[in-house]
């Protein structure tokens, strides 16, 4: 049950990177995506998000970065 003081995590999908709109699902698509951070933001109060893929050292295979601006409108609404 609850804990008293805890408050519980809720969660929703914010970014779904195969959505067609970003042209990246597909063969090519890395396997596995590890790491996301927050960058610097714009001048507009506009979110630079950052993911990166992970090539498990790999050599043949790249780690991929992904950069995605994120306006204050669609991180509004997500709260």
Same mark, same amino acid.
């Given at each position: 049950?609850?804990?008293a003081g805890v408050k519980t995590?809720?969660?929703s999908a914010f970014i779904d990177m195969? !959505?067609?709109k970003f042209g990246l699902a597909g063969d090519s698509f890395p396997e596995k995506i590890e790491g996301l951070t927050w960058g610097p933001d714009f001048d507009?109060?506009?979110k630079l998000l950052i993911v990166t893929s992970d090539? !498990?050292?790999i050599t043949?295979?790249?780690t991929w970065f992904y950069?995605?601006?994120i306006s204050v409108?669609?991180?509004a609404a997500a709260k």
């Open positions: 049950g609850p804990v995590v809720t969660k195969m !959505d067609p507009n109060g506009d090539n !498990d050292f043949t295979s790249p950069a995605f601006r409108d669609a991180i």
